[in-house]
């Protein structure tokens, strides 16, 4: 099946693990199963694959640890036993990924956090700045301050997030079952699995109606929705059965285990999409003849050199439209830089941004994977 290839080419990839798989159905921390996760990721690593890990299981693990029995009612108590156990998450994942000599940092996220743009893109450059590292961000939601996700449990959503922060390739999402099947398996002795999808395929709706698990909150309604989000920045899902011996690395080697939902097209394009979807844009950039020419040829970037004029107050990230000298619009795209400093280094060559601002973020003005032209 060719398309599992995706899963051998891939670069950089998150992999979210459920609370019912990670806690051994509420057992308490199955530090064995967590072992064999770490000595595959490890193994992606030293292929040069970048992983984030999404970890549940705070909840569970704090319930264990706290002697609880029932899952609390109350938000409070559901707070502080997350409290508890994210401990013993971290302490758990620190000390496999150790025996690799691998780094692991917590990053404990919120939804909000996503949606505000500039806590989004210093969330970005911190897991990016991580992954360049070598570490591995192990990612949970921030459960002390979240009300909803709490309640309704959803690292499903927040593994797409991410994945869509970083640009992952593909998500893998290990659960308690073998993969997403066309009924509850729990309920329907005769269910099948589903190898592969669109993502998009309302078929699925369906089939994925049939609620959480004991200890999971979620469910396969909000992995396929998690699919459909990681699909919108071109990443590709797997469904996978995290007790499946070697899941990870068989999944790499293209075995076709688990459910893989597909995007509808690959990352470039539907970034690019997006970013000519995204009607508002903050300011304007002049460019000479010469950068006009250049973007017109395509796939190139474009640089600080090329731009005459700019108007408006941006920020770093926003979208600014790209204008010839007769203010017709060439191209889009999320500017690297606020518009003071962009500003300052317009006309000039990116080795002099140094000496300009005392510092360089990046070297273009709109990264070419960042631009498209109109
Ligand atoms: N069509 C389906 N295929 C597989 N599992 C399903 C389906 N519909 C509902 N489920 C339920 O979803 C559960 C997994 O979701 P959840 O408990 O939230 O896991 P996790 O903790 O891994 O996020 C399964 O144990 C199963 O009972
Ligand atoms: N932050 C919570 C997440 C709960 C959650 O989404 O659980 P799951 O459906 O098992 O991924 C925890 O760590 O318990």
């Known amino acids: 099946m060719s398309e599992r290839l995706q899963l051998r080419k891939a670069r950089r990839l998150v992999i979210k693990i459920g609370s019912a798989l990670l806690t051994d159905d509420g ?64 302490q758990t994942w620190e000390a496999q990924f150790k025996r690799h000599d691998i780094h692991t940092a917590q990053i404990l996220l919120t939804h909000d956090d996503l949606s505000d743009r500039k806590r989004y893109l210093n969330g970005r450059s911190t897991l990016r700045t991580l992954l360049d590292y070598g570490v591995v961000p192990i990612v949970n939601e921030n459960d002390t301050v979240v009300t909803d996700e709490i309640r309704f449990g959803d690292n499903d959503t927040l593994g ?46 369906a089939m994925a109606g049939g609620g959480a698990g004991a200890l999971g909150r979620g469910g396969m309604l909000t992995k396929l929705r ?59 950039l002049t460019l000479d003849d010469g950068a006009v020419k250049v973007l017109r040829q395509g796939g190139r970037s474009l640089l600080p ?35 003071d400093e962009a500003r300052a280094i317009a006309g000039r060559s990116s080795d002099r941004i140094a000496d300009v601002l005392g510092y360089v973020s990046d070297e273009e003005m709109i990264h070419r994977d960042n631009l498209v032209v109109v």
């Open 305 to 339: 050199v090329g731009v005459k004029a700019i108007a408006g107050q941006f920020r770093r990230g926003e979208m600014v439209s790209c204008v010839d000298l007769n203010g017709r619009e060439i191209a889009r795209g999320l500017v690297n830089y606020d518009a």
């Open 27 to 90: 057992k308490g921390l199955d530090v064995a199963a967590l072992g064999l996760w770490v000595d595959q990721i490890a193994e992606l690593i030293a292929e040069g694959v970048e992983v984030v890990v999404v970890s549940s299981g705070s909840v569970a693990e704090g319930m264990s640890r706290l002697g609880w029995n029932a899952r609390p009612q109350h938000l409070h108590e559901l707070q502080a036993a997350a409290a508890v156990g994210q401990m013993g998450l971290v």
């Open 226 to 284: 998690a699919a459909r989000l990681a699909a919108r920045s071109g990443a590709f899902t797997v469904i996978v059965g995290g007790r499946i011996e070697h899941a990870i690395s068989r999944l790499r080697q293209g075995d076709v285990i688990g459910t893989l939902l597909l995007p509808e097209q690959g990352r470039m394009a539907a970034r690019k999409q997006w970013i000519a979807s995204h009607l508002q844009t903050r300011g304007k």
């Open 160 to 205: 797409a997030l991410v994945a869509n922060l970083i640009e992952a390739d593909g998500l893998i999402i290990l659960t308690d079952q073998l993969g997403l099947f066309n009924k509850d398996p729990r309920k329907h002795q005769d269910a099948e699995l589903v190898t592969e999808r669109r993502a998009e395929d309302r078929d699925l709706d």
